[in-house]
């Protein structure tokens, strides 16, 4: 057997041409740019230089993830566990806070904010948590910032470029917070409510729980209209954390239905699902037929927000690689991936390169096919 031969075999077969499909309208007047956690491809991710970088690249809204410190300050973190994402581990005095805890019904070890005050998190500097993928170069430089400093940082950038940019905040793990005697709702609305430009900037809170957004619609009424909520939605057979701890049996699969979608636009404004569960992919990496969730979603009055678009090969579809290296980035291949997901009518998504996500929203036409 020739070496060619043994290589062909060896290779995925290549993806058929996925079926034309109609491109459906947007239920928002605009489709946005969400730049998730900044541009976390380009720097750490949770630092006011990452979210700097999305705002000049053209991000309609950032996202900081929040948590809680132990003097109850919510800071920017994509989980409580900060090992992955700061240079705590190299910080001989915090050695012995190393631990393990039962976050969601899952076993985590490592270093937990809620056993840090923030001056002791002022301590520590950002790391990029994907290094193998993204490398280090910006490991060091930047600390974890509050929300109070991430909102009087927005609204210089907005004062500075004439344009609003929204905040996009998520509620991490609210049940076991609160759990913990840090009630996360309560704080972000008083942190929300004491900024002018909160009171009047647009804000979209999202979380994966479900009590805290009911909690937090009941609180906010008809008296907070820049305020909107989203319904994140994780995999098809995990339930969210708070009906977890109550040993509920609700799942995300049963929330998409019919159903799910009616009972979450009694509470939230939009869904946030994987794009997958818009257009799946399959074993092979190539594109399925589109399915029917947004536009069942638009049925039921939400809106459908997608996550998380990336730029490298390893992320993308095989129609819009290029090469075989995974940590290698297409200069297009995001962006013709993401203009054949809005052909679905996608109304907003999360984007770790929110130049690209711009790219992608403001090039025109949309295509026909995905080639």
């Known amino acids: 057997m020739s070496l060619l031969l043994a290589l062909a075999m060896l290779a995925p077969p290549a ?102 005050t923030l001056a002791e998190l002022k301590t520590l500097r950002a790391r990029e948590r994907l290094p193998e993928l993204r490398g280090t170069a910006w490991d060091g430089q930047f600390q974890v910032p509050t929300l109070e400093e991430i909102i009087d940082f927005t609204a210089a950038e907005a004062a500075a470029r004439g344009r609003p940019i929204k905040l996009v905040p998520e509620l991490k793990h609210s049940t076991y917070f609160r759990a913990h005697g840090l009630p996360m709702e309560d704080a972000l609305l008083a942190v929300l409510q004491a900024h ?77 699902p994987d794009y997958h569960a818009v257009i799946p992919f399959d074993a092979n990496g190539c594109l399925g037929a589109p399915t029917s969730l947004v536009r069942d979603a638009h049925a039921a009055g939400l809106e459908v927000h997608v996550y998380t678009f990336r730029p490298e090969n390893t992320f993308l579809a095989r129609p819009f690689r290029a090469g075989d290296d995974p940590k290698a980035v297409p200069p297009d291949g995001m962006v013709r991936q993401i203009r054949y997901y ?30």
């Open 196 to 272: 002018a430009y909160t009171r009047r900037a647009p804000v979209e809170i999202q979380s994966f729980e479900i009590g805290n957004l009911r909690a937090l619609r009941q609180a906010l009424g008809q008296a907070h209209p820049n305020i909107r909520l989203l319904q994140l939605i994780d995999e098809p057979q995990l339930k969210p954390g708070d009906v977890l701890a109550a040993g509920g049996t609700l799942t995300y699969a049963q929330m998409l239905t019919p159903a799910g979608l009616r009972a979450i636009a009694g509470y939230a404004d939009a869904i946030g």
């Open 15 to 116: 993806c058929p041409e996925p079926a034309a499909f109609p491109a459906e309208p947007p239920r928002a007047a605009q489709v946005q740019v969400y730049g998730h956690r900044g541009a976390s491809a380009l720097r750490p991710e949770h630092t006011l230089a990452a979210y700097a970088k999305a705002i000049a690249d053209g991000a309609d809204a950032i996202e900081p993830d929040l948590v809680m410190t132990r003097d109850g300050v919510l800071v920017a973190r994509h989980e409580n566990e900060i090992g992955g994402t700061t240079d705590v581990a190299a910080h001989p005095e915090f050695a012995g806070r190393r631990t393990t805890k039962m976050i969601d019904g899952q076993a985590v070890t490592g270093w937990f904010s809620e056993d840090f």
């Open 342 to 371: 809005l052909r679905t009518g996608i109304d907003a998504f999360f984007t770790d390169d929110p130049a690209g996500g711009r790219r992608a929203v403001d090039a025109g036409p949309l295509p026909a096919t995905a080639r």
